[in-house]
């Protein structure tokens, strides 16, 4: 049985969430894109997810405060920036972090590596 895992990824230039969009659906997951940390918020009232991309700078605001909630309901969080890792704390909701660019090869193996057991115990 194959278990669809819902990943959400945030990032406000549309061509880089488009193709992690596609990689991810290709890669067997339900995907939820949002370009700002408000449209984040909102998907995140209608469900949970299991993994997530999160761009560090967006339009109204970084995404600290959204890893953490993320990270709350037991997501997996990775940030995934063109800012210096300096720029970004040091912070237990974010389990990982992407310069960009990112080989998107690469960040499909963590979302896999990170929703493994999810899968195992949805089976």
Known sequence: ???ILPVLVVEDSFLVAASLEDALIESGHRVTVAASVAEAESALAQG?????????????GD?????????????????VSG???????ADG????????????S??????????????????
């Open 106 to 123: 690469e960040l499909i193996e963590w979302v896999q590596g990170v929703t493994r057991p999810s899968r195992i115990a949805a089976d």
């Open 83 to 89: 800012v210096d890792r300096e720029v970004v704390p």
């Open 1 to 3: 049985m194959t278990c």
């Open 48 to 60: 949970d997810f299991a993994a997530a991309l999160l761009d560090y700078m967006l339009p109204d």
């Open 63 to 79: 995404s600290l405060a959204l890893a953490r909630q993320l990270h709350a309901t037991g997501c997996k969080v990775a940030v």
């Open 93 to 104: 909701a974010i389990a990982a972090h992407f310069a960009k660019p990112t080989d998107e």
